[in-house]
């Protein structure tokens, strides 16, 4: 099994709302990572945690606050988004975090974000 | 900083093979990976590169590394039309993640 699954597909919310992604591998891979990516451009790295432990914050706004229950789950939680939050959100997962196989990573289809 | 340099657009026909080209800055880059994403998907990975590599053939893809000029070129051959995409090159970075260039986006005319 090489997939990552997230939910929710499309998301709708206003700025005033508090939603949660979700975001699963059972490839029992040890890192895991929040992309967003806006239209015509590239992903931008947000979290990533290594076995368990977030690792990485590249300077996020706390509205978005990572969570990592345990080493298949990912969340991302929402909170008083601005309508330029807007984007594609992705996750990843690797075998080897922070090492230049790192690289190798696999990714969810993405949660469309819109907030209005 | 890091940086990585893609041309924007690349346009072949059916059969004829595509080659999209990457330059980056990091030389201490371990990794260099190139990613393909198709409209409304996440991000595939198709391939990588170790640094002390020249070459790397998968199948129809061909990844070629002058490290000396930190030059990367992604070679496909017999072009299919689902191949049209988005290609990202992506060195390893020094901080530990992936450093993305802007993307390719492959036409592929019948």
């Known amino acids: 099994d090489t997939e990552v699954t997230q939910t929710p597909k499309h998301l709708v919310m206003g700025m005033t709302n508090k939603k949660s992604l979700k975001c699963e591998q059972h490839m029992g891979h040890r890192a895991m990572y929040w992309y967003k990516q806006k239209a015509k451009k590239p992903p931008e790295l947000m979290f990533v945690?290594?076995?368990?432990?977030?690792?990485i914050n590249e300077s996020v706004p706390s509205r978005f606050s990572p969570e990592c229950p345990n080493s298949s789950l990912l969340n991302l939680h929402l909170h008083a988004l601005q309508p330029e939050d807007s984007a594609l959100y992705l996750c990843?997962?690797?075998?080897?975090?922070?090492?230049?196989?790192?690289?190798?990573?696999?990714f969810g289809p993405g949660t469309r974000l819109t907030v209005t | 900083g890091e940086d990585v340099e893609q041309s924007l657009f690349l346009s072949v026909r059916e059969g004829d093979s595509s080659v999209i080209n990457c330059t980056y800055t990091d030389s201490s880059s371990t990794y260099l990976y190139w990613y393909k994403q198709e409209p409304g998907a996440g991000l595939q990975l198709l391939t990588y590169?170790?640094?002390?590599?020249d070459m790397k053939q998968d199948q129809r893809l061909t990844v070629l590394l002058n490290k000396k000029d930190k030059h990367l070129s992604l070679r496909i051959a017999d072009t299919q039309t689902g191949d049209s995409a988005i290609y990202f090159c992506a060195p390893w970075g020094s901080q530990g993640n992936l450093i993305f260039g802007k993307g390719t986006k492959l036409s592929v005319k019948p």
């Open positions: 945690y290594s076995y368990e432990k977030l690792s």
């Open positions: 990843a997962s690797s075998q080897n975090p922070g090492q230049g196989r790192g690289g190798e990573q696999y």
């Open positions: 590169i170790f640094s002390n590599m």
